[in-house]
């Protein structure tokens, strides 16, 4: 494990990279001896060598986060016949826009199911999803400078995993996970040190979705990984200054099971490390919603997710 992510995820991370399924720019490691993958307007190290300056505008072209600005192809097809990828790859993070983060992927990584997966089929029950997620969303904008936190919770594991997969995926926060700017942090890893957690998967999660390595002295603190964490998200994703609330960090535990909603020292511990006045959204498949946050420290909103009925009003496609 790295940075206290499980090795599943990490697995699923680099996957993702190497499957070209637009999670993140592929990873230079995951590529060398491969020649089935085809060239990535985003990823030099899949360029032709023999490429000069007219092939380069021809692929770059149409891809261009700014029409009117384009980077100087001639020096690019010298970095490229000089192999010197690296270069090459910071330089069109300055002028193109890295493919969009597959929503339906990173969900399944972390919650293991699939959009395609769910088939909701009680009208009642889409209806109280909406209202769930809209109180969600109240919290989360809630005024002020406290930190704000919503405690999700329900005794009905199903409920808890169609609710995240239905608010990361169909409100206007899904905007914020294609452009990494929603980090999902396992409890377990949370666990491992409440403290310091928020640092280390951060930096895991911004050297995943940007494919490139971080210095851990950007990560020092919460703080300065938030700011980093935006800023390298704004740099590759190209997300304009001041766009709102939905690209704003979010961070979210997710299956805060007994274990952390019971241990209130690490709990809070956590709560302590999100820089006011950001979110954090909290969800648990136990019906457990643990102790109580200190009030002085954070807005918090505790949201009880529930079917309808008792009989289950989801059908898995399994």
């Given at each position: 494990e790295k940075c206290g992510l499980p090795s599943h995820i990490l697995n699923a991370f680099n996957g993702f990279?190497?499957?070209?399924?637009?999670?993140?720019?592929?990873?230079?490691?995951?590529?060398?001896?491969?020649?089935?993958?085809?060239?990535?307007?985003?990823?030099?190290?899949?360029w032709p060598k023999h490429w000069t300056a007219v092939e380069i505008e021809r692929l770059l072209g149409r891809n261009l986060a700014n029409p009117k600005v384009a980077p100087n192809y001639k020096s690019l097809a010298m970095l490229l016949q000089s192999e010197d990828f690296e270069s090459l790859r910071r330089l069109l993070a300055d002028y193109v826009k890295a493919p969009e983060i597959n929503v339906d992927m990173y969900l399944q990584t972390f919650l293991g199911v699939r959009m395609s997966d769910i088939d909701i089929h009680v009208e009642a029950q889409l209806k109280r999803n909406t209202e769930d997620m809209q109180g969600v969303e109240r919290a989360l904008s809630v005024g002020g400078d406290e930190r704000h936190i919503v405690i999700c919770h329900s005794l009905f594991p199903w409920?808890?995993?169609?609710?995240?997969?239905?608010?990361?995926?169909?409100?206007?926060?899904?905007?914020?996970?294609?452009?990494?700017?929603?980090?999902?942090?396992?409890?377990d890893a949370i666990l491992q040190d409440p403290s310091n957690a928020l640092c280390r998967l951060s930096q895991e999660h911004v050297e995943a979705v940007t494919g490139f390595p971080q210095s851990p002295a950007n990560f020092c603190n919460p703080v300065v990984a938030y700011n980093t964490w935006e800023a390298e998200t704004e740099r590759?994703?190209?997300?304009?200054?001041?766009?709102?609330?939905?690209?704003?960090?979010?961070?979210?535990?997710?299956?805060?099971?007994?274990?952390?909603?019971?241990?209130?020292?690490?709990?809070?511990?956590?709560?302590?490390?999100?820089?006011?006045?950001?979110?954090?959204?909290?969800?648990?498949r136990s019906g457990n919603v643990g102790s109580t946050v200190d009030r002085s420290l954070a807005n918090v909103t505790a949201i009880p997710l529930g079917p309808v009925c008792e009989r289950t009003c989801i059908k898995w496609k399994h």
């Open positions: 990279a190497q499957t070209g399924t637009k999670f993140s720019p592929p990873r230079p490691r995951l590529l060398r001896g491969s020649s089935d993958i085809p060239v990535k307007y985003y990823d030099p190290r899949r409920v808890a995993t169609e609710f995240v997969r239905s608010f990361l995926s169909t409100t206007g926060y899904a905007a914020g996970v294609k452009c990494g700017r929603v980090l999902i942090c396992p409890s590759l994703f190209h997300i304009p200054t001041g766009e709102g609330k939905y690209v704003a960090p979010l961070v979210i535990v997710w299956d805060a099971d007994d274990k952390l909603l019971g241990n209130p020292c690490a709990f809070e511990q956590f709560c302590r490390s999100i820089p006011s006045p950001h979110g954090l959204i909290v969800v648990s």
